[in-house]
């Protein structure tokens, strides 16, 4: 019998106190991120309980039989119960600190199975990681159709208020499972909706265009994203040689590498991306009638990014940002949003739109000529209960459809339809990965594939075959209108077996040049940055002249002004510039967003108005965002007598990094370990300054990175100490706490204070 009680005595008066310290004394008031269910008691636990359930934030996969049948049982009955620790054949257990010996100094028997059981799963416990986008972070949630996709798709999934529980993985391309999230680079966006009618796996990226027009050339692209073979070096990145070396001869990967530069590779949160499925998939209508389509995730919560010095910074304070931002925002209640859109085109026999052609993943179709059509909304509402189950384990195919969803014959796409299933068979370790809890459709599967590693279905009958008469004949065909699954019959014209692009995928320039062109001075000012940082890091001469030849052929200024940087002469475009018409949906400033879920820094010390620091944290709560108290030390502050104040970061553990926003109040004196000998940070500090120098390291930064920061009381002094024009855009001393925050939060709406550093003249 499994037992839920709470621990009693002196353990219990322990998690009190502890709740009271961390969460001011109410669940409501609690600031993400506490590791386990409970808090942790000082003493090790000895009375036998049941395992704790998941966290309230978080989830399993529904409970599904391997057949996709559904069941009564909650996904809670996927973990391990009982109060006591066994063996894996469900043995109890009285002992795991010591082998079986000959005696307390006496060689180890063979026979201590329960040693050796073990040792040989954890010898075993590392799977392949995936060969690309092998660290990622997911989670679950819903995605409610609006029905305005029912013109154009029989998709039952998408008909009006059709509710579909998904699964959704972000991830970093070119990094390992132990690599930083903010490096340079794309993000996947893969999402599986478990429809009524099978599995779809919408399987997109944070960037609209990919660097390859076909799948042939995926091993080369990724070849020479990846660290060099030889040093293994550098991890997770795109400013080095090989990488340059193959876009810089391979000159279908600008459009993509540009967006690579821009503000896009390195995004603030999984929160703030969009997604897109990048090639152009085919709808098909109750009727039969088709038509192409792309699809496009739009965050409700904006498009934003970091600036490149605080993605360098964060890979180092805080490798996780992404994973813990979107596990945070999700535990506080701040569910992520995105709606989902199309872009519709005629299905007509050249598959082109205006002159652009949709079966190349290197080019997009302007929002201004065909607009995205929202279609539904995601939610994400749950953190998976345990990461390898799930995120790890996670298989997504492009090639999982559903009917009303068709493939077009994009050459990436076909690769990709062979390179997933491939891969995971040796990753999974075996066919029967589509039976891993997480990847169960949740429709009834009856499809005659047998046996194999982990088969976890246990499949009656004697006639795995087609046709038979033993079984009854079973399974039967499902015609259209029980929901079978019929490829649209789609005219090949007739032609000869080459190896060779249609004429218009030569055309590597002109798209780059349009995004460039869409972008405001102040994103075009990091594109060059970008470049600049990437190709500087490039040992070799004759790579970095190759690539500003390609500059060239996008724009002169740019061109310029990244081959001043590395000290080389601009070369002049080969090619006339095409004269293209600007998109301004490509931009990602100008425009106001919700602030739900953004984190602002409350400095304040034991002489701080506390008052308004109690008031400011709850207002923050209530208004959906993450408030964090840096103070000099640990603990809580509270020497007004008022109610305490938990403190969630010291002068020693916080950087400026990890907030949106900071709020002053008033001017901290130095702290009492604010020594450079114990932290580098503070440098020697101590003398001749009246305010803590890591804050002033802070602010400095916050302020570098065009963050809203400022305060009330004596906040004045900190911010001029730290060489803060207190005048500058974004910079705020206000009379009142509220008056701060009111306006700190109206700032944060548009993200960054980008008035702060005008762009160069010569770049509009
Ligand atoms: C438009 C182009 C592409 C997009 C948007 C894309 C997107 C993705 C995403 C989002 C993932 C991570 C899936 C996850 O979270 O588990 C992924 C993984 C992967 N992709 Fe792609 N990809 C593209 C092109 C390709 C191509 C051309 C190939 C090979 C020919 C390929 C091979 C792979 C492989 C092998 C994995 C690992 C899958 C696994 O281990 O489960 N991708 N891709």
């Not at 705020?732 to 700032?747: H, K, P, Y």
Request: proline share 9%; net charge negative; with cysteine.
């Amino acid at each position: 019998m499994e037992k839920s009680r709470p621990v009693k005595g002196t353990v219990d008066k322990i998690v009190d106190k502890v709740v009271d310290v961390v969460s001011d004394g109410g669940p409501s008031n609690e600031i993400p991120g506490r590791p386990g269910r409970e808090p942790a008691p000082l003493e090790e636990p000895t009375e036998p309980r049941a395992p704790l359930p998941p966290k309230p934030d978080q989830a399993g996969p529904e409970v599904f039989t391997a057949t996709g049948r559904p069941t009564d049982v909650p996904p809670t009955a996927w973990a391990q119960g009982g109060e006591y620790l066994t063996t894996a054949q469900g043995l109890r257990l009285t002992d795991t600190d010591h082998s079986l010996k000959a005696g307390p100094r006496g060689p180890v028997l063979l026979q201590d199975h329960h040693l050796r059981e073990k040792i040989m799963h954890f010898d075993h416990e590392r799977i392949p990681e995936r060969v690309v986008h092998a660290r990622g972070a997911a989670a679950h949630g819903v995605f409610r159709a609006y029905g305005t996709a029912t013109t154009v798709t029989r998709a039952a999934f998408l008909a009006k208020d059709v509710e579909t529980p998904v699964f959704v993985r972000f991830s970093p391309v070119l990094g390992s499972r132990g690599s930083a999230d903010t490096v340079r680079d794309t993000r996947g966006f893969a999402t599986k909706f478990y429809t009524g009618e099978g599995v779809f796996d919408l399987v997109g990226n944070n960037i609209p265009v990919f660097f390859i027009q076909d799948a042939i050339k995926f091993p080369d692209v990724i070849h020479a994203g990846k660290p060099h073979p030889d040093r293994e070096i550098p991890q997770a990145q795109s400013a080095h040689d090989t990488f340059w070396d193959f876009v810089s001869l391979h000159t279908e990967a600008t459009h993509h590498t540009l967006w690579n530069m821009s503000d896009r590779g390195i995004p603030r949160s999984y929160r703030t991306m969009e997604g897109f499925g990048v090639h152009t998939f085919r709808l098909v209508d109750a009727k039969g009638a088709t038509t192409l389509v792309k699809f496009h995730w739009k965050p409700k919560a904006g498009v934003h990014s970091l600036l490149w010095e605080e993605a360098q910074i964060i890979n180092g304070v805080d490798p996780d940002f992404h994973r813990r931002d979107l596990a945070d925002a999700i535990e506080a209640g701040a569910y992520p949003q995105w709606e989902l859109g199309i872009q519709t085109f005629p299905d007509t026999p050249e598959q082109t739109f205006q002159g652009i052609d949709l079966l190349d993943p290197t080019k997009i179709v302007p929002e201004e000529l065909a607009p995205v059509q929202p279609i539904g909304l995601l939610t994400l509402n749950a953190n998976p209960v345990n990461f390898f189950a799930e995120t790890e384990q996670v298989a997504f195919h492009p090639g999982h459809l559903v009917p009303g969803i068709d493939i077009t014959d994009d050459p990436l796409l076909a690769g990709r339809l062979f390179s997933y299933l491939d891969t995971q068979i040796t990753r999974l370790g075996g066919p029967n990965f589509a039976q891993i809890p997480i990847n169960r459709p949740h429709a009834p599967i009856n499809d005659m594939l047998r046996d194999g590693f982990h088969q976890d279905a246990v499949h009656s009958g004697v006639a795995p075959y087609k046709p038979n008469s033993l079984d009854g004949g079973c399974p039967f065909f499902a015609g259209q209108s029980e929901g079978g699954y019929r490829e649209t019959p789609v005219r090949v014209p007739a032609a000869e077996k080459v190896r060779e692009a249609p004429a218009s995928y030569a055309d590597h320039f002109s798209q780059p040049r349009l995004f460039w062109l869409s972008l405001t001075p102040v994103e075009r000012e990091h594109v060059i940055a970008a470049y600049t940082f990437e190709l500087g890091k490039v040992y070799e001469q004759a790579i970095k002249e190759r690539t500003l030849r390609t500059l060239a052929e996008i724009d002169s200024y740019l061109c310029e002004q990244v081959a001043q940087g590395l000290g080389l002469p601009a070369p002049k475009p080969v090619n006339s510039l095409p004269s293209v018409e600007p998109s301004p949906a490509l931009s990602q400033l100008g425009q106001t967003w919700p602030t739900t879920g953004r984190i602002i820094g409350i400095v304040a010390a034991e002489n701080s108005d506390l008052e308004t620091v109690r008031a400011l944290r709850q207002a923050i709560l209530d208004g959906g965002m993450v408030p964090l108290v840096i103070a000099p030390a640990g603990g809580v502050l509270g020497a007004d007598g008022g109610d305490p104040v938990t403190v969630q970061r010291t002068f020693a553990t916080a950087r400026s990094v990890e907030f949106d926003a900071l709020l002053l109040a008033g001017t901290p004196a130095p702290g009492k370990d604010a020594y450079g000998a114990r932290d580098a940070k503070a440098g020697n500090g101590v003398t001749g300054t009246p305010t803590d120098p890591r804050v002033l390291l802070m602010l400095a930064e916050a302020f570098r990175h065009a963050k809203p920061l400022g305060g009330w009381a004596d906040a004045e002094q900190a911010l001029t100490a730290a060489g803060i024009d207190t005048a500058a855009p974004g910079v705020l001393v206000a009379g009142s706490g509220d008056a701060a925050l009111e306006e700190i939060v109206r700032l944060l709406g548009r993200h960054r204070v980008w008035d702060r550093f005008p762009p160069a003249v010569g770049i509009a």
